[in-house]
């Protein structure tokens, strides 16, 4: 009768082990969705801005039109939907890359640096990049957590068990990695 007990005792905590296990896993998953979703509303914040943008400058940089229109696709190939969370993350950093490229030619048209809706864009543009870097340190921050629940004993045998995969971390092109030759920047 005792070794019943004992062995119920030891089955009901294994089972509690692994219910623990599991939910653990369950919530972390969510976090990464909700972290991704985060990035999301403000990547979609970006988007709306970006009609604002190429109206504002449109008619001062003529020689930029082609990054213009360029921006413009992607923002509707953003918006139309359908897309993978890794074909998401690829798009926005070509849309970070075209963005800041403009950003950067705008230097060459001083009446559209005076002009005060451009002035304002630029201002909420720079805020929302600033909350769409947030959002991907929190993103970055759940999904090494996700990972390392994932990969370490004894969840990675339950994590197998559901088909969890690795996922992959907000990585900064590397092309926004070169640093900035502000030697350039003065020299105008």
Do not use: W
Not at 34 to 51: E, H, S, V
Not at 120 to 146: G, K, P, V
């Amino acid at each position: 009768m005792g070794a019943i007990i004992v062995l119920l005792g030891v089955i009901g905590f294994a089972v509690l082990v692994i219910v623990l296990m599991y939910n653990s896993l369950v919530g972390k998953k969510n976090q990464t969705e909700n972290a991704f979703a985060g990035i999301d509303a403000m990547l979609k914040k970006r988007y709306d801005l970006i009609p604002n943008l190429v109206a504002t400058v449109q008619q001062y940089m003529e020689h930029e039109k082609s990054t213009l229109t360029q921006v413009t696709e992607m923002r509707a190939r953003a918006l139309s939907g359908g897309l993978s969370n890794d074909e998401k993350v690829a798009l926005d950093n070509q849309i970070s890359s075209a963005i800041g490229g403009i950003m950067v030619a705008v230097e060459n048209y001083p009446e559209l640096k005076a002009n005060e809706n451009f002035d304002q864009l630029q201002r909420t543009m720079t805020e929302i990049e600033e909350q769409i870097s947030a959002a991907r340190r929190a993103y970055n921050a759940a999904i090494t957590s996700y990972n390392n629940s994932i990969e370490m004993f004894p969840t990675n045998i339950l994590a197998g068990m559901m088909s969890y995969q690795r996922k992959e971390v907000f990585v900064i092109p590397e092309a926004q990695r070169e640093n900035v030759d502000v030697h350039n920047l003065f020299n105008r």
